[in-house]
């Protein structure tokens, strides 16, 4: 079994290796077991070289554009706080748990900006009633805390 790289093109952002479009090595195993299989990458030939461009031009649309851009969502989201209702049992143990997709809903409900799920980083699942903290990775450079409230419903 040989150890070398595979070059692979990313079609999703992947902490610590790069964004979409961004055409990285990685160790056969890595790229065949696990950025494959769900989707964040897939195997670099020519053809799909040309393809890079579709996935920059399609990321430069849906990401802020600017650090100008990011500083500015940024300090709206910190002032902003964030309530969703849910069900839960008596002890304030969630039904289930609040994750990034509850969390980008309830952002541009309680008037902040359109929020990427897949920027949105929930350390542990929120399973409980109470204040809780995530991080938006607005830009490279940029993360903004929200202060997120799960009531009972």
Do not use: C
């Amino acid at each position: 079994m040989s150890r070398t790289p595979t070059k692979l093109i990313l079609t999703q952002e992947v902490s610590g290796l790069g964004a979409p479009g961004d055409v990285v090595e990685v160790a056969a195993g890595y790229g065949r077991n696990y950025l494959i299989p769900r989707g964040f990458a897939i195997n670099w030939t020519r053809g799909a070289e040309k393809q890079v461009e579709q996935i920059k031009r399609a990321r430069s649309v849906r990401e802020i554009r600017s650090l100008e851009e990011a500083k500015a969502a940024a300090s709206q989201l910190e002032k902003l706080t964030v309530r969703l209702k849910r069900r839960s049992g008596g002890n304030g143990r969630l039904f289930g748990s609040v994750g990034p997709t509850d969390i980008a809903d309830a952002v541009r409900q309680a008037g902040g900006p359109a929020v990427d799920k897949r920027k949105i980083v929930v350390p542990d699942p929120i399973k409980t009633l109470g204040a809780h903290r995530v991080q938006i990775r607005l830009h490279s450079d940029v993360t903004a805390s929200v202060k997120i409230d799960v009531q009972a419903d």
